[in-house]
């Protein structure tokens, strides 16, 4: 019962507070570790079965190393006071979560550009997407913003989400490590081809059930909205694996059928063209309307999936703290 109620106030901190900037959180340290531990084991690995062990052991550290701090951080927290560990549980889950933050950002792009600043729009999308903003159109615009929302409904909310209900906040964490790990390591390019493929594969690894998961929620999501659950599903199935990734489709898809637009296709990702497959070809440019009803239908799929969450862990008694 307990962890069933701090995956539930949880959820409210992160619907009412967001991510404040200015306040310490996990994932920041999450990246700088990162970062610090990734350039230190490119100086001391050159080969690609080097670097690939390097990876391992970054993987290793970074996962490992933050799910202990997180077990040690309640552990002792308990030994101090019931309520001391309640609260670090909470903070912990809470900072896991990202919704809140992922609909004020997107809200944040789409204001700007409805003013007309479409600079200021990209300047601001720049923040949440991996692709180069500098190009990009008012349609481009509105499309990585549906596309970066229906994405992170499935890494920021529902994958936390689930292995917080699973295995409580140091679940929650470890997800959170590997997700990160990923975001920064896990790319295909020279720099990262051998050093990120454990944390790619990890992440492809944690995130294949979440991520059908999140289309499942999207698609039941859509009645609510007045959306097309039949299409969003269907667009899912059919159009999942026009992706590299194995997960990242499922929402995207989800949400372009729901919606009736074309997501995908290609982008520049650090100068270069990547030339990925169209989801729902059949689809059309991103409106004004549709992108704000993307940021609605992700709102309500977080209600779906929180409860979700709070019924799968008090059913399973999920450690709280």
Request: aromatic residues 8%.
């Amino acid at each position: 019962m307990t962890g069933a109620w701090i995956i539930a106030f949880a959820i409210a901190a992160d619907a009412l507070l967001g991510d404040p900037p200015s306040w310490p959180h996990l994932v920041r340290y999450m990246g700088r570790a990162i970062a610090f531990l990734e350039g230190r084991l490119h100086t001391l690995a050159s080969s690609s079965s080097g670097l690939r062990l390097a990876g391992a052991m970054l993987v290793l550290i970074v996962v490992g190393g933050f799910s202990l701090a997180a077990a040690l951080c309640l552990a002792l927290s308990g030994a101090l006071s019931p309520v001391l560990a309640w609260l670090v549980a909470l903070v912990l889950c809470w900072q896991c979560i990202s919704a809140g933050q992922l609909w004020r950002e997107a809200h944040s792009v789409l204001t700007a550009l409805k003013s007309g600043d479409v600079g200021l729009a990209r300047g601001r999308l720049s923040m949440i997407v991996g692709r180069e903003t500098q190009s990009l159109d008012s349609h481009g615009i509105r499309r990585a913003v549906v596309e970066t929302v229906a994405e992170n409904f499935n890494d920021g909310v529902v994958a936390p989400l689930l292995y917080m209900a699973l295995l409580g906040p140091v679940g929650a964490v470890a997800y959170k490590a590997i997700n990160t790990l990923d975001s920064m390591v896990g790319y295909r390019n020279e720099r990262f081809l051998h050093l990120g493929w454990a944390a790619a594969r990890l992440d492809d690894l944690a995130g294949w059930l979440p991520a059908r998961l999140s289309a499942l929620l999207l698609a039941i999501a859509c009645p609510f909205l007045g959306f097309r659950a039949g299409e969003a599903w269907q667009i899912a199935l059919r159009d999942h694996g026009a992706h590299k990734s194995p997960n990242s489709a499922w929402p995207e898809a989800a949400v372009a059928g729901a919606l009736g637009v074309r997501l995908g296709g290609p982008n520049y990702y650090h100068g270069v063209l990547v030339d990925k497959p169209w989801i729902n070809p059949e689809g059309g440019p991103t409106d004004e309307l549709q992108a704000q009803q993307c940021v609605r239908l992700m709102q309500v799929a977080t209600i779906l999936a929180g409860g979700g969450a709070f019924f799968l862990a008090w059913v399973l008694g999920s450690p709280g703290v």
